[in-house]
């Protein structure tokens, strides 16, 4: 386990490096956009004269390295600002939507992660056979449709007829239950948009290894298809789908804008789009970060489970 | 050997999907075995044996059919059960042992596990079904038998994972045992511990077996019975002594005939030696692979480095080329001294030194046609281009024994296994060096093919003076070409001198034990030198 804990250790701080060069991206690239805050809160009709006496007291009229310098040292220790729109802290705006897209990420893989799965391994078990055909047609044309229009058409099927709420409307003190039924129809959205990928990788990194030597040799030692599937192909497997599984979460995580559009959700998505509209650049900043870390992160996660997959890379000595 | 049949075979076909036909590699074979009895089937590579093996199983790979024929298996008729009898019976009565041990155990699971997993399936208690595998593991003379069952297949080393597979073979007792191959990747010292446990193995339990192999020193050892298969039909069957004594057929005379290749004594050189590695030490890492190597390769001859595999014999071709820079030492061609990183030699010394490899399917450019395989070293180390180079590589063509005008254009995917080895000759050949060195150069071929390469080389040698510095395990080469032999074992020299001094007594312990452990047609052998160890 020693190794294991190294190996996390020096990913972690490599995150970090990464973190500080995405931060340092994300602050240029917010600099690069026209126009700034005081210009976009005054309007047109401002005189030069008033929009620069707002920048002054926004702090805007310092140089650039000097305001990356104040925010950074802020954000490391936990204060992300203020809102240059709203004059709120960043961190309270932020814990709710965070909260709110975790849980439809979790919710969406959820669904998403054991479904790519049994339809990966039924594919491969059953490979060229009619169900391999339509588990890959169907999930090719699930993730062939644009997000919103697959949102469309399951508001027009199941909300319209009235199953599920096609507008989603949280409140912190919901019982778990609501929640999950006020967030079903963008969860699915979601599952039947990243399960394709999932299932592929499944499927494919399966039947890459039943050609192997030793998936003979289970034939020959007489276990049943399924055994040899799960027992024989799937632990060498692991390793791509792992990786598959993070960066479909990651997506969960960062990619949902459309959805949290079409279904109203109050995520992080929604607000940073918002954000970037009013030209209020500490929260997209804070937010870009969030989603930075939770690529390291995922990112991570997927490299220390497929070592733990694997006997060789585990015991190395 | 007249128990009551178990395995009756008849006119058996097995076709093999090749586009959109079927082409046959198996065509009407018979075969019949007794309880405890073993058969040996020898054939070169594609002659159909593993095809066979597997059939027994009633078994047939992807891509194959078994189109004919009748396999009955103690009454059981194998091509009318379905495939769930046949999966009841494969395992645990009719198990098997492949080829590459290392390739077959899966990675991902202890070797105690995979042993399990069928007596488990059979409703046997775990640990007895582990009280068993360390009992089968002890007998097998694994070492540690308690505790190597429980490590993983890439933490034991290739003849005791050959051993393991035995072992796990034997789990639950079955009647009939298929060895494909089971010995043919293994180091001849090796090699002879894994003959010997699953000799014994066999008789003790009495088990049937098909024992195939292109060795036929080794299936002497082990088969009762011997049946020859050419181009998946059978040339002849007899029990071991009689086929050893009295082949009938002219292909198996010719198979008993290619150890007969051996090139006269020729008298030791005066002068100074073309080649002279001096004191080398190298390795990766931290670690060092060579240590202190010394020796000369003269001008004209053959010097062959031979050990067992780990002994550094690649490493040293790696530090004579440039490739891997030494720690300490030097290598001296012609009395200079040659520059460590082959970067920093000019073309014109490294065209003197060039290589051929084990691996003739992974050492050509699959893309390129032989044309420019053979033409490219031409061009650049010679400069030739134009008529001059077509002329080139057609005279190369002609010197290794093939139509210039039928082979010129061809990719390496449309030549045998024998004729890419040859084109790996001629493109060393096409640099007009004055060393080659041979890495392990005959050991993907079969018996007959190995002994054309042979020969050829031999020819070249004496119409172009070439020195070779050959890289093989396999002593019966060494007898057949070489001058001088260096001896090699963990990275340092044993023995080094004229091929007839280290192969006459008195030997250096481990060339003892290597020259010993040499498989000998005499079925007697096996039995003979185990008793002489003890």
Known sequence: MHAVLVMILQRLALGVVTLFVVSVVIFGATELLPGDLASTLLGQSATPETVAALRTQLGLDQPAPLRYWAWATGVVQGDFGVSLATRRPIADMLAMRLGNTVFLALYAAALAVPLALILGILAALWRNSIFDRVANAGALSAISFPEFFVAYILIFILAQSGFFPSMVRLSPDMALGDKLYATFLPALTLTLVVTAHMMRMTRAAIINL??????????LKGLSPLRIVLRHALPNALAPIINVIALNLAYLITGVVVVEVVFVYPGLGQLMVDSVAKRDIAVVQAIALIFASAYVLLNLSADVLSTLTNPRLMRRT | MTGEVLLQIKDLHVEGRAGDAWLPILRGIDLTLHRGEVLGVIGESGAGKSTLGLAAMGFARDGCRISGGDIRFDGIDLRQTPERGKRALRGRRIAYVAQSAAASFNPAHKLIDQYSEVPLLTGMARRTAQAEAVALYRKMQLPNPEEIGFRY????????????????????HPDLIIFDEPTTALDVTTQIEVLAAIRDIVRDYDTAAIYITHDLAVVAQMADRIKILLRGQEVEEADTRTMLAAPKADYTKSLWAVRSFARPERPAPKEAPLLSVQGVTAGYGKIDILKDVSFDIPAG????????S???????????????????????????????????????????????????????????????????PAQMYLGLSGRALDARVRDLLALIELEPDSYIDRLPSELSGGQKQRIGIAR??????????????????DQIVQEGILRLLDKLQRELGLAYMFITHDLATVRAIADDVVVMQHGKVVEAGPKAEIFAPPHAPYTELLLSSVPEMNPDWLTGVLQRRQ
């Open chain 2, 153 to 172: 297949p890439h933490q034991v080393s290739g003849g005791q994972l050959q051993r393991a597979m035995t072992a796990m073979a034997m789990a639950c």
């Open chain 1, 210 to 219: 039943m050609a192997s030597p030793y998936i003979e040799m289970a034939r």
């Open chain 2, 310 to 376: 780990g002994s550094g014999k690649s490493t040293v071709a790696r530090v004579i080329t440039g490739l891997l820079p030494p720690r300490g030492g030097q290598v001296l061609l012609d009395g200079v001294p040659l520059p460590q990183d082959y970067r920093a030699r000019p073309r014109a010394l490294l065209r003197q030194c060039q290589m051929i490899y084990q691996m003739a399917d992974t050492a050509l450019n699959p893309k390129l046609r032989l044309r420019d395989l053979i033409g490219r």
């Open chain 2, 428 to 445: 060393a050949l096409a640099a007009e060096p004055r060393l080659i060195i041979c890495d392990e150069v005959t050991s993907a071929l």
């Open chain 2, 301 to 308: 001859r053959t010097v062959a480095v031979v050990g067992e």
